[in-house]
Structures are given as C-alpha cells and as structure tokens.
C-alpha cells in the first residue's frame, strides 16, 4: 500500500478520487482496499481541517435548525427555555441563553454546547 501525506491542492484533488472510487467500491474494513480507505480517509481529514476551517454556527441558527431538522415548534422547545414568551425572546435575540437553557438544549436537543456558548451573530 503506496500512500503519501497530502501537501499540495493536487494531492488532496487525487485523494478525494481515490477515496471517492473507494467507497464506491465498499469494501470490507479489513481488506486491503477498506484500509486503503481508512488510512486515505484520515488524510483527507487532516488536510481539510488544516486548511478548510469552519466557524461554529451561530448559536441562535443552530438552535433554529435543530428545530428544522426535528421539526420542533416554539412550543416544544418550553422544557429547555422556559415559556413561550421567553423561548420567542431568545429566538428574536432579545434574550440571552442561560447556563440552564444552554445546559438542557445540549443534553435533550443534541446542540453542541461549544455552538451554544459561542457569541451571537448581531
């Protein structure tokens, strides 16, 4: 198995179409070509977290999403926040989120709390 570290854009374009026909493939994780896979996929994913950064999400976007994703409404979302009112107020920005809400949207929602902690977008 020839592999090399991924340095330049060239080499990331050649591992993303190998890793590509690889997974077409769908190899069984102990042959030669599943850890060819593995080991091309960790490259690929260091590469791109070297040079590939993501911001958080906004926490109040992230919240709006989850609720998207789960297809919650305001008032699903009472337990976590607390009243209706309160839960439009921190939807609309007009309210922060306390360590409880951010604790609770974490441990029932699946919200990293990491997203949740971060500065608002104005």
């Known amino acids: 198995m020839e592999i090399h570290p991924i340095r330049t854009k060239k080499d990331y374009r050649a591992a993303l179409r ?7 493939l769908d190899p069984s994780p102990r042959s030669e070509e599943g850890e060819r896979l593995e080991v091309l996929a960790t490259l ?3 590469y791109e ?5 993501i911001e958080a999400p906004d926490p109040i976007e992230a919240i709006k999403f989850r609720m998207e ?5 305001t ?10 009112n309160r839960v439009y ?13 951010i604790r609770n949207l974490h ?11 971060a500065e608002p977008l104005a």
Request: net charge positive.
């Open 18 to 24: 190998e890793v590509s026909a690889l997974v077409d």
């Open 107 to 117: 441990r029932c929602l699946g919200i990293p709390a990491q997203v949740l902690i």
């Open 49 to 53: 977290r070297k040079h590939f950064f």
């Open 69 to 73: 994703q789960s297809g919650l409404s």
């Open 89 to 101: 107020e921190v939807l609309n920005r007009k309210r922060p989120l306390t360590l409880r809400m």
């Open 44 to 46: 690929v994913e260091a």
């Open 75 to 84: 008032k699903d979302l009472e337990p976590y926040i607390g009243q209706s």
